[in-house]
């Protein structure tokens, strides 16, 4: 089971630090996946961090503003967010899958999504 916290509502410019709890199993073989979900859009991905968090990844859109980072012995995984935007208000879930990648498909197990809003 994976369980986010840390969304809210912050004003354009500000920070907020996501975090991911894995419970009922141990996710440190895992690769860690962040993806937000705006209204009427698709899921989209963030950022990926390989099981030994040697590797991370970011789209585009938050390279730069973002770092996912994960801590194996609380079986944690966070997304520091930065200088936020009004276009980063979604819903984002953290994901756990054998494989370090973008597309959601490869993620085998799902958060249920913590409410990011960046108000202008």
């Known amino acids: 089971q994976l369980v986010e916290s840390g969304g809210g509502l912050v004003q354009a410019g500000g920070s907020l630090r996501l975090s991911c709890a894995a419970s009922?199993?141990?996710?440190?073989?895992?690769?860690m996946g962040w993806f937000r979900q705006a209204p009427g859009k698709e899921r989209e991905f963030v950022a990926v961090i390989s099981w030994s968090g040697g590797s991370t990844y970011y789209a585009d859109s938050v390279k730069g503003r973002f770092a996912i980072t994960r801590d194996n012995a609380k079986n944690t995984v966070y997304l520091q967010m930065n200088s936020l935007k009004p276009e980063d208000t979604a819903v984002y879930y953290c994901?756990?899958?054998?494989?370090?990648?973008?597309?959601?498909?490869?993620?085998?197990?799902w958060g249920q999504g913590t409410q990011v809003t960046v108000s202008s």
């Open positions: 009922g199993r141990t996710f440190s073989r895992y690769a």
């Open positions: 994901a756990a899958g054998t494989v370090v990648g973008g597309n959601p498909a490869v993620y085998d197990y």
